[in-house]
C-alpha cells in the first residue's frame, strides 16, 4: 500500500534557528496520525514544511508516493494537501458562504466530493450563518468553518494544527466527534495537538488528545536550535 504521506529525515529551520532535525514519519490511507509535543517543539514548523511554507533545508516529504516537498504552497494544496491552520484564520470580511466557496477544488477520481451541502451537513449550525460575517462567528463557529473550508478543496489529506486551541470544552468534544465522523468517510489526516505534560521523548501509541477509537500514532519530533 501506498502511503498517504511520508517524511524523510526531514531537517527545517528559520534563518540559523534549526528547529526539525531528521523527522521522519509515515500516515496511511484512513489513518489518524496525532503530533504531540510540548510548546515550541517544532509542530507547526512541521505542518509548515508539509504545505510549503517553510521548504526543508534536507530530507523528502512525499503524498502518495510523489515528491512534494519542494513545490509551492498553491501546487501542494492543488495536489490533495489541506490545512486548517492554527488560530483559524478564516476571511473575516467574507461571508461564510464565501469562505467556503473561496477554497472549493474538483478533484478527478472522488467518487463523493464535498460540497456546500455536505459542509452544512457536517456542521448543522453553519447553516443559518451563510449570510453571516465569518469574522462575527465564535471561536467554535470559526474553527468549523476553517475544517470546512478545507474540506471543500477535496484533500486526499488533511492537515490540522492546533484544532481545539481556545475552544470551550463542549466544543472541543463536538469537533471530535467530527473527526470521527469524517475518519469512518474514509478521510486521511495528520492532526497536530499540542499537550504541556507530554514527555518529551519516548514515541506512544495512543493519547488522550486523538479522537476516542481512531487508529492514532503520536509522533515526537527530534528538536532543537543550532549550536555555534
Not at 483559524?88 to 469562505?99: A, H, Y
Not at 471530535?176 to 497536530?192: I, P
Amino acid at each position: 500500500m501506498t502511503e498517504a504521506l511520508s517524511l524523510e529525515g526531514i531537517d527545517a529551520l528559520y534563518g540559523e534557528s534549526h528547529v526539525l532535525h531528521g523527522v521522519s514519519f509515515s500516515l496511511n490511507p484512513g489513518r489518524v496520525l496525532a503530533l504531540l509535543g510540548r510548546n515550541g517543539a517544532g509542530k507547526t514548523t512541521c505542518m509548515s514544511a508539509i504545505i510549503g511554507f517553510l521548504p526543508p533545508r534536507a530530507g523528502e516529504i512525499r503524498l502518495f508516493g510523489e515528491a512534494i516537498g519542494r513545490l509551492s504552497p498553491e501546487t501542494i494544496s492543488r495536489k490533495g494537501v489541506g490545512f486548517v491552520p492554527q488560530g483559524r484564520r478564516i476571511f473575516p470580511s467574507l461571508t461564510v458562504q464565501e469562505n467556503l466557496a473561496v477554497s472549493r477544488q474538483k478533484r478527478f477520481g472522488v467518487a463523493l466530493p464535498w460540497t456546500l451541502e455536505r459542509v452544512i451537513d457536517l456542521f448543522p449550525r453553519l447553516k443559518g450563518r451563510l449570510q453571516q460575517a465569518a469574522g462575527s462567528l465564535s471561536g467554535g463557529e470559526q474553527q468549523m468553518l476553517a475544517i470546512g473550508r478545507a474540506l471543500m478543496g477535496n484533500p486526499r489529506v488533511l492537515l490540522m494544527d492546533e484544532p481545539s486551541e481556545g475552544l470551550a470544552p463542549l466544543i472541543v468534544a463536538e469537533v471530535g466527534r467530527t473527526l470521527l465522523r469524517l475518519k469512518r468517510k474514509a478521510s486521511r489526516f495528520s492532526w497536530s495537538s499540542r499537550t504541556s505534560s507530554w514527555p518529551s521523548t519516548s514515541p506512544t501509541k495512543s493519547s488522550s488528545s486523538t479522537p476516542a477509537g481512531s487508529h492514532s500514532a503520536a509522533v515526537q519530533p527530534r528538536c532543537g536550535t543550532t549550536r555555534p
